[in-house]
Every structure is written in C-alpha cells, then in structure tokens.
C-alpha cells in the first residue's frame, strides 16, 4: 500500500525568506502522481503543484518548486519569498488510482 | 467558470442518524471523490465515482456509501453515525479518473463540517 510522510509537523520562516518542506513516500509503482496542497484557515483545499513521476524536470509555479528524488521516493516542496499569505497547513499527496494524503505540514510566516 | 460545491456547510447530527451530503463538480470534470477529514489529520480516501458507479474505495464501513448522478454531482451517505464521524468531509473532482487510467488533478470543494453529538 502506498504510503506518504511528512516529518516536519510544524515550521515556521521569516517573510521574504525560504523554506522547504518534506516528503517521502512508499510506492511500488512507477507511474504515479505526486501534488502539494496547501489548506489555510478557511479549510478548503488548493492545489500547489504537481508533478508527474515519468518526467525528470522538477515542476515549478511561480515561488514554489519541488525536488523530486524518485529513486530516494522523495518530494519536497520548496518556497521562495515566503509571504504571510502562504500560512497554512501544507499537504503532500501520492495519486494512483486514488490518492493518499500525508499527516500536514504547518507553516507559519511570520513579519 | 464555477468550481466545486459543496452542502450543506456545516451539519450537526446525533449517534445513530443518517446524513446525506452533497457535491457539484468543476464544470467539465466527470469524476468525483470523497474523503474525510479528521481534525489535526491529512484526509482520508473514502471512494471514488466515475460513470455513476463506485470505482475505487477506501478502508471504510459499507455505513459509508454514496451515489452520481448523469449530471455528475454525487452524495454521500453515511448511516448510524458514530462519533468518530465527525469530521470535515471534503469532495474532489477531476477528469477521467478510471481505475487504471491517468490520475489527473484533482481539485476540492469547501467541504462540510459533520459534528455528531
């Protein structure tokens, strides 16, 4: 079964700074899906980014980018220009067939 | 371009009850998810449908079952509530998401808060 952790339950980084977030998964598959989510305060779910393990080039979104290890079936999330706005509980999620969603990751940017 | 929906917001239910909530998805998505979130917890994967049959399921109770419609929307029903059911439970939509196939993006509603007293 696939599994996702992330072993930083909280962090915290000063604004304008940088921070990275953490991922391992467990997978026997070779084609998957792999997606940070970011939930603030109001609860509801947005996508961060996404990337698709058959592509070697880490994907990036503006100030976020992603280090994607698949031999080490690693993924982490890194934020540049860390703004107040990006305060929230961040996930990371393994997609194939269905998705698993690791325990969360909270951030707090402080001024 | 309307997103996903989600109602009722919050519901307030006693042990033993049944609930019903519901979800639209994103306009031209044909898949919809479900899962539950418990407080402090990342979600859990409750079910998947696609075509109106349920495709892929998590390791939940059958008190957990659900439905699509033609139009897309679903519902999810959960019977003789618990306490341990309250949660946030948040609907997902996406494209194309037969077992098997691509998983594409999924993207989620607002959610809604289930307190069972």
């Known amino acids: 079964a696939q599994t996702v952790t992330q072993s930083q339950p909280e962090m915290s980084v000063q604004e304008a700074e940088t921070v990275t977030l953490s991922c391992t998964y467990d997978?026997?598959?070779?084609?998957?899906?792999l997606f940070w989510y970011k939930q603030p305060p109001s609860r509801q779910m947005i996508l961060v980014i996404r990337?698709?393990?058959?592509?070697?080039q880490n994907a990036t979104e503006n100030r976020f980018s992603v280090n994607f290890q698949k031999a080490a079936k690693s993924f982490s999330l890194k934020i540049s220009d860390s703004q107040l706005g990006d305060t929230a509980m961040y996930f990371c999620?393994?997609?194939?067939?269905?998705?698993?969603f690791g325990a969360g990751t909270r951030l707090t940017v402080k001024p | 371009d309307a997103g996903v929906t989600q109602s009722p917001t919050h519901l307030i239910k006693t042990r033993g009850q049944q609930v019903t909530l519901r979800c639209s998805p994103k306009?031209?998505?044909?898949?919809v998810s479900w899962y539950q979130q418990a407080l402090g917890q990342g979600p859990q994967f409750i079910f998947q449908?696609?075509?109106?049959?349920?495709?892929q399921r998590g390791n939940f109770p059958d008190r957990f079952s659900g439905h699509q419609f033609p139009n897309y929307s679903s519902e999810l029903n959960v019977n003789a509530l618990l306490l341990g059911d309250s949660a946030l439970y948040l609907c997902?939509?996406?494209?194309?998401?037969?077992?098997?196939?691509?998983?594409?993006?999924?993207?989620f509603g607002p959610g809604t808060r289930l307190t069972v007293l």
């Open positions: 997902a939509s996406s494209f194309g998401g037969l077992a098997g196939r691509r998983t594409d993006t999924q993207y």
């Open positions: 997978t026997s598959e070779n084609n998957y899906y």
């Open positions: 990337q698709e393990a058959y592509k070697q």
């Open positions: 999620a393994f997609a194939y067939r269905d998705m698993r």
């Open positions: 306009s031209g998505h044909d898949t």
């Open positions: 449908y696609y075509e109106e049959e349920e495709r």
